[in-house]
C-alpha cells in the first residue's frame, strides 16, 4: 500500500509542500490501492508533473521520468544495445565463430537501459512518471499499453522482463491532442485546472514561508485575473512562486503598479501578454 487513505494523502503530500485536495488526494490514493496508472491531464502549469514528484517525496521513492517528445521511439523510452562496444567486442574476438559471439554481445553488459525498463526492473519502490505523453507519437501509446498491462517487458535476445515491484505510474498530458481510448481505460482520470485563489495564496506560503500573507494574497489575486485574458500562455503555479520569490528578492512589501510593471517578466513571457495585462490591469 502507498497511502492508507485519502486522508494519509493529503497529510503526507502538504509534508512536502504539494497542497491537494479532495479530488487530488482522492485519485492518488486510488492509484496507488488499485495498482493503475493514474492520468493527469488539464493545462500546462496547473502542478501535473509536481504531483508525481510529490508521491515520490512523500513515500520515499525513486523517480524515473520519461520526458516524451515528437519523435520519441521505442530505443529511447524503452531499450537499446550499446552498438559501439558491441562492435569493440566483436573486433576483440574476431577469431571466434558468430554464435558464440552473438552469444557474448548480447547480454546484460551491452543493454542500455532506458526509463521504462529502469522502472520495471527496479527492485525498489518507484514512481514512474511519464512527463507529457500528448506530445509523444500514436506508436509510443501502443508500446505503453503493453507494458501497463502485464508490466512486463519482452527482450528478445534476453527473453521477458516482469517487474519485481509494480511502479506506481503517473502519466500526463497537456491536452494538446486527444489520447487514444485504450490508454484511458487503462488509467485512473483526475483533470488539474488552475487553484483558486485562496489555495493558490496557500501554496504560495507553502512554499515561500518567508512572505507575508497580505502580499501573497495579492500575488495570487493578480495572477487569477491574468488568467481570465486571453494570453498565448497563462502563468503557472511555479511562476506564482517566482513573483513571490523575485518580490522578496528586491525588497516589495506590496504589489502596486509600478512594482507589476517592473516585474511582470516573472510571470507573463511574451510581449503581446504583457501589452494585455498591462491595458487590462491599467498599469
Keep these: 500500500?502507498?497511502?492508507?487513505?485519502?486522508?494519509?494523502?493529503?497529510?503526507?503530500l502538504s509534508a512536502v509542500d504539494y497542497l491537494s485536495d479532495a479530488s487530488i488526494a482522492t485519485s492518488v490514493f486510488l492509484a496507488g490501492a488499485l495498482g493503475k496508472p493514474l492520468l493527469a491531464e488539464g493545462p500546462a502549469?496547473?502542478?501535473?508533473?509536481?504531483?508525481?514528484?510529490?508521491?515520490?517525496?512523500?513515500?520515499g521513492a525513486q523517480l524515473v521520468r520519461l520526458q516524451c517528445y515528437e519523435g520519441l521511439d521505442e530505443?529511447?523510452?524503452?531499450?537499446?544495445?550499446?552498438?559501439?562496444?558491441?562492435?569493440?567486442r566483436i573486433q576483440?574476438?574476431?577469431?571466434?565463430?558468430w554464435d558464440a559471439t552473438h552469444d557474448d554481445i548480447f547480454t546484460e553488459e551491452f543493454l542500455l537501459e532506458r526509463p521504462l525498463l529502469r522502472a520495471i526492473r527496479s527492485?525498489?519502490?518507484?514512481?514512474?512518471?511519464?512527463?507529457?505523453i500528448d506530445k509523444a507519437d500514436v506508436e509510443v501509446e501502443g508500446l505503453l499499453l503493453e507494458i501497463l498491462s502485464d508490466y512486463q517487458v519482452t527482450i528478445p535476445e534476453l527473453g521477458t522482463?516482469?517487474?519485481?515491484?509494480?511502479?506506481?505510474?503517473?502519466?500526463?498530458?497537456?491536452?494538446?491532442?486527444?489520447?487514444?481510448?485504450?490508454?484511458?481505460?487503462?488509467?485512473?482520470?483526475?483533470?488539474?485546472?488552475?487553484?483558486?485563489?485562496?489555495?493558490?495564496?496557500?501554496?504560495?506560503?507553502?512554499?515561500?514561508?518567508?512572505?507575508e500573507a497580505g502580499l501573497a494574497e495579492q500575488l495570487a489575486r493578480t495572477v487569477a485575473t491574468m488568467r481570465t485574458?486571453?494570453?498565448?500562455?497563462?502563468?503557472?503555479?511555479a511562476e506564482t512562486i517566482d513573483w513571490a520569490n523575485t518580490l522578496l528578492a528586491l525588497g516589495r512589501t506590496e504589489l502596486d503598479e509600478a512594482t507589476i510593471g517592473a516585474?511582470?517578466?516573472?510571470?507573463?513571457?511574451?510581449?503581446?501578454?504583457?501589452?494585455?495585462?498591462?491595458?487590462?490591469?491599467?498599469l
Design 1 to 12: 500500500m502507498w497511502f492508507a487513505s485519502p486522508a494519509d494523502v493529503r497529510e503526507r
Design 75 to 88: 530505443a529511447r523510452a524503452l531499450y537499446e544495445w550499446n552498438y559501439k562496444k558491441q562492435l569493440l
Design 263 to 282: 516585474t511582470l517578466g516573472v510571470v507573463l513571457k511574451h510581449a503581446s501578454d504583457q501589452t494585455r495585462a498591462r491595458k487590462e490591469l491599467a
Design 45 to 59: 502549469g496547473v502542478g501535473k508533473t509536481q504531483l508525481a514528484k510529490a508521491v515520490a517525496a512523500a513515500t
Design 161 to 211: 522482463i516482469s517487474a519485481v515491484r509494480k511502479p506506481y505510474v503517473v502519466l500526463t498530458s497537456n491536452a494538446t491532442r486527444e489520447l487514444s481510448e485504450a490508454l484511458k481505460r487503462r488509467c485512473l482520470y483526475l483533470h488539474l485546472e488552475y487553484p483558486t485563489p485562496e489555495r493558490e495564496r496557500d501554496i504560495v506560503l507553502a512554499q515561500v514561508p518567508t512572505i
Design 92 to 97: 576483440a574476438g574476431s577469431d571466434r565463430d
Design 229 to 237: 485574458l486571453e494570453l498565448k500562455k497563462a502563468p503557472s503555479i
Design 123 to 132: 527492485e525498489v519502490p518507484t514512481v514512474l512518471l511519464i512527463d507529457e
